[in-house]
Protein backbone atom coordinates (compact mmCIF):
# COMPACT_ATOMS: atom_id res chain seq x y z
CA UNK A 1 0.00 0.00 0.00
CA UNK A 2 1.25 3.09 -0.95
CA UNK A 3 1.31 5.55 1.83
CA UNK A 4 0.16 9.14 1.17
CA UNK A 5 2.18 12.17 1.18
CA UNK A 6 1.76 14.11 3.88
CA UNK A 7 -0.29 17.37 2.36
CA UNK A 8 -3.13 16.09 0.56
CA UNK A 9 -6.10 18.30 0.04
CA UNK A 10 -5.43 20.41 3.21
CA UNK A 11 -4.86 18.06 5.76
CA UNK A 12 -1.27 17.60 7.17
CA UNK A 13 0.07 15.01 8.66
CA UNK A 14 1.92 16.22 12.18
CA UNK A 15 4.60 13.53 12.81
CA UNK A 16 6.12 13.60 8.70
CA UNK A 17 5.94 17.78 9.58
CA UNK A 18 7.76 17.53 12.87
CA UNK A 19 10.92 15.36 11.24
CA UNK A 20 13.92 16.50 12.23
CA UNK A 21 15.78 19.19 9.45
CA UNK A 22 18.74 17.86 7.84
CA UNK A 23 22.19 18.14 9.50
CA UNK A 24 24.41 20.46 8.41
CA UNK A 25 28.07 19.90 8.00
CA UNK A 26 30.13 21.08 10.30
CA UNK A 27 32.62 23.90 9.81
CA UNK A 28 36.51 22.74 10.96
CA UNK A 29 37.63 24.55 13.35
CA UNK A 30 40.95 26.50 12.75
CA UNK A 31 43.42 28.34 14.09
CA UNK A 32 41.95 31.88 13.91
CA UNK A 33 44.17 34.82 11.94
CA UNK A 34 45.85 36.73 14.42
CA UNK A 35 48.23 39.87 13.33
CA UNK A 36 51.94 39.92 13.34
CA UNK A 37 53.70 41.36 16.09
CA UNK A 38 56.32 43.97 15.25
CA UNK A 39 59.31 43.01 14.09
CA UNK A 40 58.01 39.48 13.34
CA UNK A 41 58.60 38.01 10.09
CA UNK A 42 56.18 36.43 8.08
CA UNK A 43 56.72 34.57 5.10
CA UNK A 44 56.78 35.70 1.71
CA UNK A 45 57.00 33.75 -1.50
CA UNK A 46 57.61 35.22 -5.20
CA UNK A 47 59.42 34.34 -8.52
CA UNK A 48 62.46 35.75 -9.73
CA UNK A 49 64.49 35.33 -12.62
CA UNK A 50 67.77 32.60 -12.82
CA UNK A 51 69.57 35.92 -13.12
CA UNK A 52 68.52 37.55 -9.93
CA UNK A 53 68.64 34.68 -7.89
CA UNK A 54 72.55 34.20 -8.51
CA UNK A 55 73.44 37.89 -8.05
CA UNK A 56 70.87 37.52 -4.59
CA UNK A 57 73.20 34.49 -3.61
CA UNK A 58 76.28 36.13 -4.18
CA UNK A 59 75.43 39.63 -2.29
CA UNK A 60 74.07 36.89 1.01
CA UNK A 61 77.66 35.60 0.89
CA UNK A 62 79.86 37.76 0.60
CA UNK A 63 77.46 39.53 3.35
CA UNK A 64 77.12 36.72 5.47
CA UNK A 65 73.72 37.45 5.95
CA UNK A 66 70.98 34.35 4.55
CA UNK A 67 69.42 34.56 1.23
CA UNK A 68 65.72 35.69 3.17
CA UNK A 69 67.90 38.38 4.71
CA UNK A 70 69.44 39.82 2.16
CA UNK A 71 66.46 39.76 -0.24
CA UNK A 72 64.55 41.46 2.96
CA UNK A 73 67.64 44.47 3.44
CA UNK A 74 67.20 45.05 -0.58
CA UNK A 75 63.61 45.40 -0.55
CA UNK A 76 63.90 47.84 2.20
CA UNK A 77 66.31 49.83 0.07
CA UNK A 78 64.21 49.85 -2.53
CA UNK A 79 61.02 51.20 -1.20
CA UNK A 80 63.74 53.87 0.30
CA UNK A 81 64.83 55.14 -2.55
CA UNK A 82 62.06 55.19 -4.58
CA UNK A 83 61.14 59.19 -3.89
CA UNK A 84 65.11 59.50 -4.98
CA UNK A 85 64.79 57.63 -7.61
CA UNK A 86 61.31 60.09 -8.58
CA UNK A 87 63.74 63.56 -7.55
CA UNK A 88 66.68 62.44 -9.64
CA UNK A 89 64.96 62.08 -13.01
CA UNK A 90 62.47 64.83 -11.79
CA UNK A 91 66.02 67.07 -11.51
CA UNK A 92 66.99 65.74 -15.42
CA UNK A 93 64.26 65.44 -17.45
CA UNK A 94 61.05 67.55 -15.29
CA UNK A 95 58.13 66.07 -13.28
CA UNK A 96 56.15 64.85 -16.94
CA UNK A 97 58.78 62.98 -18.34
CA UNK A 98 59.96 61.65 -15.02
CA UNK A 99 56.38 59.89 -14.37
CA UNK A 100 56.34 58.77 -18.23
CA UNK A 101 60.14 57.13 -17.72
CA UNK A 102 58.94 55.78 -14.10
CA UNK A 103 55.71 54.04 -15.37
CA UNK A 104 57.40 52.76 -19.35
CA UNK A 105 60.52 51.08 -17.20
CA UNK A 106 58.24 49.54 -14.69
CA UNK A 107 55.73 48.59 -17.85
CA UNK A 108 58.89 46.99 -20.03
CA UNK A 109 60.47 45.27 -16.93
CA UNK A 110 57.56 43.63 -15.82
CA UNK A 111 56.17 42.71 -19.43
CA UNK A 112 59.59 41.16 -20.33
CA UNK A 113 59.84 39.52 -16.87
CA UNK A 114 56.94 37.67 -17.11
CA UNK A 115 57.13 36.58 -20.72
CA UNK A 116 60.90 34.93 -20.07
CA UNK A 117 59.23 33.48 -16.73
CA UNK A 118 56.57 31.84 -19.24
CA UNK A 119 58.81 31.10 -22.73
CA UNK A 120 61.20 28.98 -19.58
CA UNK A 121 58.27 27.33 -18.09
CA UNK A 122 57.14 26.37 -21.15
CA UNK A 123 60.69 25.07 -22.36
CA UNK A 124 60.99 23.00 -19.25
CA UNK A 125 57.52 20.90 -20.19
CA UNK A 126 58.93 20.25 -23.89
CA UNK A 127 62.28 19.42 -22.15
CA UNK A 128 64.19 22.15 -24.35
CA UNK A 129 67.44 23.36 -22.97
CA UNK A 130 67.29 26.95 -20.79
CA UNK A 131 67.83 29.82 -23.35
CA UNK A 132 71.15 31.95 -22.07
CA UNK A 133 68.84 35.01 -22.91
CA UNK A 134 66.70 34.40 -20.24
CA UNK A 135 69.52 35.89 -17.84
CA UNK A 136 68.86 39.32 -19.86
CA UNK A 137 65.43 40.36 -21.09
CA UNK A 138 67.08 42.78 -23.58
CA UNK A 139 68.86 39.70 -25.76
CA UNK A 140 65.71 38.05 -26.50
CA UNK A 141 63.68 38.91 -29.07
CA UNK A 142 60.22 37.39 -27.57
CA UNK A 143 61.44 39.46 -24.43
CA UNK A 144 62.24 42.15 -25.77
CA UNK A 145 59.36 42.72 -28.26
CA UNK A 146 56.91 42.19 -25.33
CA UNK A 147 58.53 45.22 -23.27
CA UNK A 148 58.15 47.38 -26.42
CA UNK A 149 54.69 46.43 -27.09
CA UNK A 150 54.38 47.49 -23.24
CA UNK A 151 55.56 50.93 -24.21
CA UNK A 152 53.81 51.46 -27.08
CA UNK A 153 50.57 51.12 -25.67
CA UNK A 154 51.33 53.47 -22.90
CA UNK A 155 52.91 55.79 -25.15
CA UNK A 156 49.92 55.53 -27.29
CA UNK A 157 47.17 55.95 -24.54
CA UNK A 158 48.89 59.03 -23.35
CA UNK A 159 49.14 60.73 -26.97
CA UNK A 160 47.51 64.15 -27.38
CA UNK A 161 43.97 64.10 -28.95
CA UNK A 162 45.11 66.94 -31.12
CA UNK A 163 45.95 66.66 -34.69
CA UNK A 164 50.11 66.77 -35.55
CA UNK A 165 50.76 70.19 -36.72
CA UNK A 166 53.66 69.15 -38.87
CA UNK A 167 54.71 65.54 -38.95
CA UNK A 168 57.68 66.17 -41.00
CA UNK A 169 59.68 68.31 -38.24
CA UNK A 170 58.23 65.57 -35.83
CA UNK A 171 59.72 62.98 -37.75
CA UNK A 172 62.75 65.04 -38.86
CA UNK A 173 63.85 65.75 -34.95
CA UNK A 174 63.07 62.04 -33.99
CA UNK A 175 65.83 60.90 -36.11
CA UNK A 176 68.11 63.77 -35.45
CA UNK A 177 68.09 63.48 -32.01
CA UNK A 178 68.42 59.31 -32.16
CA UNK A 179 71.50 59.90 -33.65
CA UNK A 180 73.11 62.41 -32.18
CA UNK A 181 72.35 60.18 -28.63
CA UNK A 182 73.87 56.94 -30.14
CA UNK A 183 76.98 58.57 -31.85
CA UNK A 184 77.79 60.74 -28.69
CA UNK A 185 77.64 57.81 -26.44
CA UNK A 186 79.66 55.31 -28.57
CA UNK A 187 81.71 58.08 -30.12
CA UNK A 188 83.95 60.11 -27.02
CA UNK A 189 85.89 61.55 -29.49
CA UNK A 190 85.11 65.26 -29.37
CA UNK A 191 83.37 65.39 -26.17
CA UNK A 192 84.51 66.72 -22.58
CA UNK A 193 85.86 64.10 -20.03
CA UNK A 194 82.23 64.21 -18.08
CA UNK A 195 80.49 63.45 -21.36
CA UNK A 196 83.32 60.60 -22.18
CA UNK A 197 82.63 59.20 -18.47
CA UNK A 198 79.02 59.31 -18.94
CA UNK A 199 79.21 57.25 -22.11
CA UNK A 200 81.25 54.26 -20.71
CA UNK A 201 79.16 54.26 -17.85
CA UNK A 202 76.23 53.92 -20.38
CA UNK A 203 77.84 51.42 -23.09
CA UNK A 204 78.39 49.12 -19.54
CA UNK A 205 74.85 49.64 -18.86
CA UNK A 206 73.29 48.81 -22.24
CA UNK A 207 75.86 46.06 -22.79
CA UNK A 208 75.33 44.34 -26.08
CA UNK A 209 72.00 46.77 -27.20
CA UNK A 210 74.68 49.75 -27.74
CA UNK A 211 76.13 47.63 -30.34
CA UNK A 212 72.95 46.93 -31.97
CA UNK A 213 71.90 51.12 -31.62
CA UNK A 214 74.97 52.35 -33.40
CA UNK A 215 74.44 49.54 -36.16
CA UNK A 216 70.87 50.90 -36.93
CA UNK A 217 71.88 54.48 -36.18
CA UNK A 218 73.54 53.72 -40.03
CA UNK A 219 70.34 52.52 -41.38
CA UNK A 220 68.68 55.47 -39.98
CA UNK A 221 71.10 57.61 -41.95
CA UNK A 222 70.80 55.65 -44.94
CA UNK A 223 67.20 56.37 -44.56
CA UNK A 224 67.10 59.88 -44.55
CA UNK A 225 69.48 60.57 -47.31
CA UNK A 226 67.53 57.81 -49.61
CA UNK A 227 64.64 59.93 -48.84
CA UNK A 228 66.10 63.54 -49.46
CA UNK A 229 67.18 61.71 -52.81
Do not use: C
Request: charged content about 30%; proline content about 5%.
Amino acid sequence: MVQAHPILHGRVDVKASKRPPKSTPKLRAGRPRREPEPGERVQLSLRVTPQMKRKLDAAADGSGRSQSQEAELRLEKSFDRTDLLSEVLSLEFGERLAGMLIILGHAMSSAATSTGLMLDDRNKLRHVPRSPWLDDWADDPTQYESAVLAAKLLLEGARPEEEIEDADLAVANAFKSAKSLVRDMLDAGEQGIEDVLNSVQLRRMLGATATRLWKYSKKWQERREADRG
